[in-house]
């Protein structure tokens, strides 16, 4: 079977790499089934809030899963996938806000302001992985769309609509928006790391953590985190 490692590949004690992402995919799995699980037990206004949470741990899952046997086949960074993840679960955190601040009367203007924002950042981040262009170049443009995103969280449209809908919503939207300033902020790091060859942060290589290991976690805070929060707002706003 060409495939096997897919399943059943042994990891070594040493290769950390391959152990975040196998404990990523169960970790993912398992969060999937817990919001996937509650949605029923939620009331009705973050019932919606609590199903995109289990979709966006379900996506990474599937990704997850699908990057651990990659990496354990071939020692190499699943880049491409860990975009077209990120391009799928990102939005669906816009979307998140969204749901929030719907009830203060948010516009599907504003869910698309942050999606073309998250696109970009993301799109540009990928290039600068990929070898497509210069990665300062492009890690320059993607940090730009990612400020733009904090701005429109922190003091933006999505900031003066949940102030506007008074304590519950705006305290909703920080608690979120810290995910998006502090949470977000892991990837570049990883980004450093993973193109330093070469660039004029090369040093970056010696501070001795692997690219995917800083994504992985990112990504478990940034994923399921944002969802235990999400879930704990429901059960507090009940
Ligand atoms: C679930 C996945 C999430 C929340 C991924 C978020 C990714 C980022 C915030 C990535 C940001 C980047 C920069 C700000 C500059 C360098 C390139 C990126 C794409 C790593």
Request: proline fraction near 2%.
């Amino acid at each position: 079977m060409v495939h096997l490692s897919l399943m059943s590949a042994a990891i070594a004690k040493t290769d950390y790499v391959s152990f975040t992402f196998f404990v990523g995919t169960m970790a993912m799995m398992a969060a999937a089934v817990f919001f996937f699980m509650e949605v029923g037990n939620t009331s009705k206004e973050w019932r919606t809030s609590v199903l995109v949470s289990g979709l966006i741990t379900f996506i990474a899952a599937v990704h997850y899963y699908y990057m651990r046997g990659y990496y354990a086949e071939t020692q190499d960074s699943p880049t491409f996938f860990r975009y077209v993840d990120w391009l799928l679960t990102v939005p669906l955190m816009c979307v998140e806000f969204y749901l929030i601040t719907k009830k203060a009367g948010g516009t599907i203007g504003i869910l698309w302001k942050m999606i073309l924002g998250s696109v970009v950042m993301l799109v540009t981040g990928y290039m600068g992985e990929a070898g497509l262009g210069n990665p300062t170049i492009w890690g320059t443009v993607s940090a730009i769309a990612y400020f733009y995103i904090v701005y429109e969280v922190w003091l933006g449209d999505v900031k003066k609509l949940a102030t506007s809908a008074g304590s519950a919503v705006a305290s909703a939207n920080s608690a979120l928006g810290w995910f998006v300033l502090v949470g977000w902020a892991i990837y570049p790091l990883g980004y450093l790391i993973g193109t330093a060859d070469g660039q004029w942060y090369a040093s970056f290589k010696n501070i001795g953590l692997d690219m995917d290991v800083i994504y992985n976690i990112g990504d478990a805070v940034n994923k399921i985190g944002f969802g235990l929060v999400i879930y704990s707002l429901s059960r507090k706003a009940a």
